[in-house]
């Protein structure tokens, strides 16, 4: 009786300590499970700090190689202003409403329908020096760098008047005609309108060169098609609106913003800006002529 007694005994504790140990099981999978996530959070954690790193390090590269480069075209430059050039070599950048000049200022509300860029200080220090005449004109040519200090000219053939006759989109050109907005640009920069950015096909930062061109005044004419016949406009308008450009360049598309019912629209100067019945009318510079 006693052996039955400690048999019973012996089994009644064999079942407690599987139970025990079948309940312990779900315990230790639990703890292994929150080891693997502790694991995991570390590693996406390190995975972030080295992406965050090495965005870091990309954004400290560029800015170093943005840095020469700037360093480069000054020193470049100061060879150009040593021999008294009209001539910059220069980093472009579209203008921003930053530039627009302020309220009942001519060209207020035009920054994007003009042709009028932003520049150093010291090209229009020279150009007052020289006390040129007015208008004061200068060309943007597109610019390839070759190497360090060395820029070649960018040369496309002038489309023809047949090649831009009845195209919505104007082909690339390696150069344009624009006129000074003021002289607020850093000495190694230039700011332009988008339209010039497009024509040009240029990227921000990417190299131009400008120079002082005297332009004689235009005693011709020129041929200009809109982009439909709805954004055909009256002689009144298209001279009101012409007012901000002081010179045209073939190959080129131009806007500004209008009003069916007849008033002009000077304060929408942004691109696909829509304000009751106003819209956008583009037009092409088909070819210009002197008499």
Not at 51 to 71: M, P, R, T, W, Y
Not at 122 to 128: A, F, P, R, T, Y
Request: net charge positive.
């Amino acid at each position: 009786r006693n052996a039955l007694i400690l048999l019973a005994v012996i089994a009644i504790s064999s079942v407690i300590k599987t139970s025990e140990c079948s309940k312990a099981l779900p315990k230790t999978k639990n703890a292994s499970s929150i080891s693997k996530n502790n694991k995991q959070r570390k590693k996406s954690s390190k995975n972030e700090a080295r992406s965050n790193q090495d965005a870091l390090k990309s954004k400290v590269i560029s800015g170093i190689h943005l840095a020469e480069l700037e360093q480069e075209i000054d020193d470049y430059n100061a060879s150009l202003r040593y021999d008294r050039k009209l001539e910059r070599i220069l980093l472009v950048m579209p203008l921003t409403d930053a530039f627009d000049p302020p309220i009942g200022q001519f060209g207020h509300g035009h920054l994007q329908t003009s042709d009028r860029v932003s520049l150093p200080t010291s090209i229009l220090k020279e150009v007052q020096k020289r006390k040129l005449d007015f208008p004061w004109q200068f060309e943007i040519q597109r610019m390839h760098r070759k190497g360090r200090n060395e820029y070649i000219e960018v040369e496309l053939p002038m489309p023809t008047k047949e090649e831009l006759t009845g195209k919505s989109e104007m082909p690339q050109i390696c150069r344009i005609t624009c006129s000074p907005l003021d002289s607020r640009a850093p000495e190694q920069y230039m700011f332009i309108p988008d339209w010039m950015m497009k024509s040009l096909r240029l990227k921000p930062r990417d190299i131009v060169k400008l120079r002082y061109k005297n332009m004689p005044q235009s005693t011709g004419c020129v041929h200009l098609q809109a982009h439909s016949e709805s954004a055909a406009t009256s002689h009144a308008v298209l001279e009101e609106e012409l007012r901000h450009y002081s010179s045209l360049t073939a190959g080129t598309t131009i806007s500004f913003f209008f009003d069916s019912s007849g008033v002009i629209d000077k304060k929408s100067s942004k691109k696909n800006k829509k304000v009751g019945s106003k819209r956008e009318v583009k037009i092409n510079v088909v070819q210009c002529l002197d008499s």
